[in-house]
């Protein structure tokens, strides 16, 4: 803590005034009094610890996700912040428990999860499935809250593939003798895992980012992305033209926020608490349209 005081002026003698040597020993005496205040003020300073006139940081959330993976999470280059429907979601689950918010991105998925789950984050959000098979596998190294967004699969391929689905509903019959692009560890693999197999396996190319993923089916790496919906759509309609969404596969997935094993912290209430708030007073709502009507 800085102090500020002002300069020192001199002292000059009026007319009248008895000469500076008469007044000597009274200076001495003001000094000595002020000396003795100065040290009271230090020693009760040293006693209760300057640092305790500060006011403490706020605690952190550290809080898991894997971009981009829009429109739920992703890097603004402007802000140089994340954004996303998720990242609304900690935010206020940040705000309900009055600590700042840390957000810390992983290029891989199954890296995110992995994290969470050996308690090196206190939650994850990014879109992770917590329903089905892939949950019931997931829900035996971390907890979830409640869920919060339901989903469905998605193909995404270039304009012009020579590829359509009935009634835009594609399944196992559709996607066979094709090349199909997955994001490792999710649920997009785990279909794939499930409906293709055989020698039909060499056809699925695997990725631990979905940058490259996107990249590798616009320079025809492969033939179609298979991706939830949400992230299918915003993908299609950031190309400039050059993707689109073929159609959707209905898997009916269910999001959830993930923290470490056992719930360490005690979130999984909080998180709780803070979801069934918003759906009631209608901004869960507002973030839907907010990220999901552009």
């Given at each position: 803590?800085?102090?500020?005081?002002?300069a020192?002026r001199?002292v000059?003698?009026?007319?009248?005034?008895?000469?500076?040597?008469?007044?000597?020993g009274?200076v001495?005496?003001?000094?000595f009094?002020v000396t003795?205040?100065?040290?009271a003020?230090i020693a009760?300073?040293g006693g209760?610890?300057?640092?305790s006139?500060?006011?403490?940081?706020?605690?952190?959330?550290?809080?898991?996700?894997?971009a981009?993976f829009?429109p739920?999470e992703?890097?603004?280059d402007?802000?140089?912040?994340?954004?996303?429907?998720?990242?609304?979601i900690a935010?206020?689950?940040?705000?309900?428990?009055?600590r700042d918010?840390v957000?810390?991105?992983?290029?891989?998925?199954?890296?995110?999860?992995?994290?969470?789950?050996?308690?090196?984050l206190?939650?994850?959000v990014?879109?992770?499935?917590?329903?089905?098979?892939?949950?019931?596998?997931?829900?035996a190294t971390?907890?979830?809250?409640n869920?919060?967004?339901?989903?469905d699969?998605a193909?995404v391929?270039r304009?012009?593939?020579n590829?359509t689905?009935p009634?835009?509903?594609?399944?196992q019959?559709q996607v066979?003798?094709?090349?199909?692009?997955?994001?490792?560890?999710?649920?997009?693999?785990?279909?794939v895992?499930?409906?293709?197999?055989?020698?039909q396996?060499?056809?699925?190319?695997?990725y631990?980012?979905?940058?490259?993923?996107?990249?590798a089916?616009k320079?025809s790496?492969?033939?179609?992305?298979i991706?939830?919906?949400?992230p299918?759509?915003?993908i299609?309609t950031?190309?400039?033209?050059?993707?689109v969404?073929?159609g959707k596969?209905?898997?009916g997935e269910?999001y959830g926020?993930a923290?470490?094993?056992?719930d360490?912290k005690a979130?999984v209430?909080?998180?709780n608490s803070?979801?069934?708030?918003?759906?009631?007073d209608?901004?869960?709502?507002?973030?839907?349209?907010k990220w999901?009507?552009r």
């Amino acid at each position: 803590m800085v102090i500020y005081g002002g300069a020192h002026r001199g002292v000059m003698a009026q007319p009248g005034a008895p000469p500076p040597e008469a007044v000597r020993g009274g200076v001495g005496k003001t000094v000595f009094i002020v000396t003795v205040i100065i040290v009271a003020i230090i020693a009760f300073l040293g006693g209760i610890g300057v640092s305790s006139l500060i006011a403490p940081a706020r605690a952190r959330l550290t809080v898991g996700t894997n971009a981009p993976f829009p429109p739920f999470e992703s890097y603004n280059d402007t802000t140089g912040q994340f954004v996303g429907f998720d990242i609304d979601i900690a935010k206020l689950v940040a705000d309900r428990l009055g600590r700042d918010l840390v957000v810390r991105n992983f290029n891989s998925f199954d890296l995110l999860l992995t994290t969470v789950g050996q308690g090196g984050l206190d939650m994850a959000v990014s879109a992770i499935t917590m329903s089905g098979s892939k949950g019931a596998e997931r829900n035996a190294t971390m907890d979830f809250s409640n869920w919060y967004y339901s989903a469905d699969q998605a193909i995404v391929m270039r304009t012009g593939t020579n590829f359509t689905c009935p009634s835009g509903v594609c399944g196992q019959a559709q996607v066979l003798h094709h090349t199909i692009g997955v994001q490792s560890g999710t649920t997009s693999e785990g279909w794939v895992d499930t409906y293709i197999t055989g020698n039909q396996t060499e056809r699925i190319f695997r990725y631990a980012d979905v940058v490259d993923e996107i990249n590798a089916l616009k320079s025809s790496v492969y033939t179609l992305m298979i991706i939830d919906e949400g992230p299918a759509k915003a993908i299609a309609t950031g190309s400039a033209g050059a993707l689109v969404v073929a159609g959707k596969i209905l898997t009916g997935e269910l999001y959830g926020v993930a923290v470490p094993n056992n719930d360490p912290k005690a979130l999984v209430p909080v998180i709780n608490s803070v979801l069934a708030e918003i759906k009631a007073d209608g901004r869960y709502d507002q973030l839907i349209t907010k990220w999901f009507t552009r």
